[in-house]
């Protein structure tokens, strides 16, 4: 078994995920996003990756990578919050009690088929578990009692058949392990975005409209991890006139929206500023996008300003 520690691959050497003392089995996952097969070296950045952007999620409010071990195409498997932690992954709390959560790191497109050195890193996953973390014997995919088409059906059927370790040749010996990296490299550096405009268009009533950004509408373009904040300032507001606004994830191919949570300014006649942030994961092909709404005519954007950081994918 090919196992990378938590401090091998630059995380803090233990989770502070809750303790779990057993679990019913193991379920297991995919990625669910875009994936390209990879030359190994690029597999603990991604891994580092995995985890900067599960902190980043606000929305799940997570505290650490959501799965408990995960699995390269190679056949590797990195300690995520591993043994005797409870996930993050499976759905819900009962959920997460009842079963540890794998991840391979495979995608809806891209790299969909595992490999046999990925379905050999998985077994090891899961026997790794049931003798360092007192899983039982239960095998079962994500979608196994939640609404999810995880972990996709080639790694389904895998998991249908009983999880077998693929037959084969021996695998070569382990390679010497990952040198550990170095302080600087712990976690990919992002980018940062800084945008701060004066003026701006005069919002139609009751219609949400895209905020400009520096050069056109677009504040990113995906694939990438953000968190952004953006503080509108709007004059000419009615009094009692509701103002509103919100990021969005906008699919480039089908203009099909995926809306952020919207935010609510001060009521307030006149002059008011709002602010409000994002973050989380920006699908390849998708752009990210402010937008203000404002319930009555006559009030315009005088100025916003878009800061953030963002870490650039694939
Ligand atoms: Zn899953
Ligand atoms: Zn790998």
Redesign the pocket.
Known sequence: MDFVSRSEWGAPSTSPAAYLASARGVKVHYLGTAYTSRA?EG?AAYVRQLRAAHLANTAENYVDVAYNLLV???G?VYEGRGAHRRSGANGSATLNTAHYAVCALLGSSGLTEPPDAMLRGLRDAIDYLRREGAAGSEVLGHRDGYATSCPGEPLHAWVRAGAPRPAGPIPAPDPPPDPAPVEEDLMPVPEVLLESLPGGPELPAGEWLEVPAAEDTVVLRGPCVYAVTATVALTGVPDGARVRLRFSHVDIATRRRYRRLAVDLPQRAGEVTGQVSASGRLPRGQYLKLQALAELGGVSVSHRTIEGLYWPEG
Do not use: A, K
């Open positions: 190994h597999c390269c195409e190679h590797t």
